[in-house]
């Protein structure tokens, strides 16, 4: 089984950067879409950025112009780099492969799609 593990979480103030990295050991995102999705307490599970196999990224609103996804080139780690963050942002983010499957599947990981992660903590202080 296929088991993403992301990592760079921590606390910031608001305002500050963090960039999370995803990675998928033996396993490549060659053909995949890799998505962000991130679940505050109380909150619904949310798609906040995704990359296709040709580079072509979504952005939710929420996090337009302050996010940026890349992967690199040999295609074998996704990274979501968050800048000017808001106390908002806080949540636990988790990287998943098959996106285009559910922006808002029940809860975070999913357990109906995909390859998912255990999740990485982001905590921004006002």
């Known amino acids: 089984e296929v088991q993403l593990v992301e990592s760079g979480g921590g606390s910031v103030q608001a305002g500050g950067s963090l960039r999370l990295s995803c990675t998928a050991p033996?396993?490549?995102?060659?053909?995949?879409?890799v998505g962000w999705y991130r679940q505050a307490p109380g909150n619904e599970c949310e798609l906040v950025s995704t990359i296709d196999s040709d580079g072509s990224t979504y952005y939710t609103n929420a996090v337009k112009g302050r996010f940026t996804i890349s992967q690199d080139d040999a295609k074998k780690m996704v990274f979501l780099q968050m800048n000017n963050l808001e106390p908002e942002d806080t949540a636990v983010y988790y990287c998943?492969?098959?996106?285009?499957?559910?922006?808002?599947?029940?809860?975070?990981?999913?357990?109906?799609?995909?390859?998912w992660g255990q999740g990485t903590q982001v905590t921004v202080s006002s």
């Open positions: 033996g396993f490549s995102f060659d053909d995949s879409e």
């Open positions: 998943a492969t098959d996106p285009a499957t559910s922006r808002n599947p029940p809860i975070c990981p999913a357990d109906d799609f995909g390859y």
